[in-house]
């Protein structure tokens, strides 16, 4: 790797390839540096939904859209509380996106464009995903990265840790066998991924709340580290909310895998069970429409954690609580994982858990009760059958996290801000270190994460230093 380039990019995920990638086709000495072995970033353990509107796919499947609409969609559904500028940005490149996307062979899911309710929905079906996900997003992408680094020479070196960003003048690194280098640049871009990985910066700024999360292992808040001592400011923590949800794996873990989530989506799969605290008490209407709402109680939670009961009766009619879950896999984390139990009463099931048993038959009794014409005082519309027996099961959900909440504070060229509000010199910032808040205010967005990454890395390699 040389020591002296045009542009720095730190991170080969998400934002890094098509920044580098753009930057190199331009005729930038582009240099690369990535942390792990491999390229794609959190692209492996990415959902990878986007949004986007006005794409040729959508004018083929006779959709009307707009970036104007698709704004205004964004504000709507965060309440006003999303970065205008950057949101605005982020939708006028979105649509070019999505059709470089499939300029290059992505494989998307057929059903798309759509209405996605994972979060709260759009009004026009401008969603899409991969066919595999986030790792549909680097089957695409990898080709013209490849091509990119062959004709044009993007430098790229594995395994290296960027430990210091200087002023203006490139970052300080460790390379793989420890020795440590200077790499001089006109330009550094952060493309480093959030703190999903880490639990004393999650803690740090969300208030000592439990880490439940997706997110790639490299997303160690290290770029938001080297950015404060830089002088950046990190805004937004306090629009911090937990996903709902999923199942902590391995037990202790504080890992949660993305397609093993359960189905607890209302749209999507209505509710059978019932969702308890440790109190044995139900908690929301585990069929509210908004997502919003649900997310919200989920994070009254002491430790963003609740059970879904149910019984022999509903695992054997219902459509699948766990879609990757057959019989087989079902036993054996009945046998050996902590957060699946199994018993023959509701007593026995109530013990194993650690749920209250006074307060689990009551919540129990009311249920069955609503379920047979009652009314329920949740406002639950979906009771398909009561929860009688004989055969009770409960499995432990967790509030998990999605992507980093919190963002270094840019401007809308993405030039990161010193705190006295000045551009800091040569540093720009793109993808999750941007922050979930920036993009989608105080809620969750579709495809407001995904996609602005990918584009915001496209553009900044299209414009830096030009």
Not at 310 to 339: G, K, M, N, S, T
Not at 407 to 433: C, F, H, K, Q, S
Request: neutral net charge.
């Amino acid at each position: 790797m040389s020591e002296s380039f045009d542009l720095i990019v730190i991170g080969a995920g998400t934002a890094g390839m098509p920044a580098a990638m753009a930057a190199a086709t331009r005729g930038l000495k582009v240099g690369l540096i990535e942390k792990s072995g491999r390229l794609g970033g959190t692209l492996h353990y990415s959902s990878g939904q986007m949004s986007g509107a006005g794409t040729r796919l959508q004018a083929e499947r006779g959709i009307v859209d707009s970036p104007d609409l698709h704004f205004e969609d964004v504000m709507r559904i965060s309440r006003g509380t999303a970065n205008r500028g950057l949101v605005r940005r982020a939708v006028d490149i979105a649509p070019r996106t999505i059709d470089w996307l499939m300029e290059n062979d992505f494989a998307m899911h057929p059903a798309c464009p759509a209405i996605l309710h994972l979060h709260e929905a759009y009004k026009i079906a401008r969603s899409y995903w991969g066919v595999d996900g986030g790792r549909s997003i680097l089957a695409a992408i990898t080709p013209p990265f490849e091509r990119a680094r062959e004709r044009h020479g993007i430098d790229i070196r594995f395994g290296t840790t960027v430990t210091e960003l200087l002023p203006g003048e490139g970052v300080r690194v460790r390379k793989p066998d420890g020795s440590v280098a200077t790499c001089r640049a006109r330009a550094t871009i952060l493309a480093t991924g959030g703190y999903g990985a880490s639990p004393p910066m999650f803690a740090r700024l969300h208030g000592g709340a439990p880490l439940f999360t997706t997110a790639s292992p490299t997303s160690d808040g290290s770029g938001f580290t080297m950015a404060e001592a830089r002088g950046a400011r990190i805004r937004n923590a306090n629009y911090w909310k937990p996903a709902m949800a999923g199942i902590e794996d391995p037990p202790g873990s504080g890992r949660v895998v993305w397609d093993d989530v359960p189905s607890l989506t209302p749209q999507v799969r209505a509710p059978w069970e019932i969702y308890v605290d440790s109190a044995g008490r139900r908690f929301v209407a585990e069929d509210h429409d908004s997502v919003d709402v649900r997310e919200a109680a989920l994070a009254r939670l002491p430790g963003l954690s609740f059970w879904v009961v149910f019984d022999q009766a509903i695992l054997d009619a219902a459509p699948p609580l766990l879609p990757r879950y057959d019989r087989a896999r079902l036993e054996a984390a009945v046998r050996a994982h902590p957060d699946f139990r199994r018993a023959d009463t509701l007593a026995q099931l109530a013990a194993a858990a650690g749920i209250d048993p006074t307060g689990l038959a009551a919540t129990i009794d009311a249920y069955n009760r609503a379920a047979s014409g009652g009314g329920d005082a949740l406002g639950r519309k979906h009771m398909p059958r009561p929860i009688v027996g004989p055969g009770f099961y409960a499995i432990r959900c967790r509030g998990m996290v999605l992507r980093s909440f919190a963002g270094l504070v840019i401007d809308d060229d993405l030039r990161v801000l010193g705190r006295d509000g000045a551009p800091l010199r040569g540093l720009y910032a793109a993808g999750e270190i941007v922050g979930g808040g920036t993009m989608s205010g105080d809620g969750y967005v579709g495809g407001m994460s995904v996609t602005p990454a990918l584009g915001f890395g496209r553009w900044l390699g299209e414009t830096v230093l030009g």
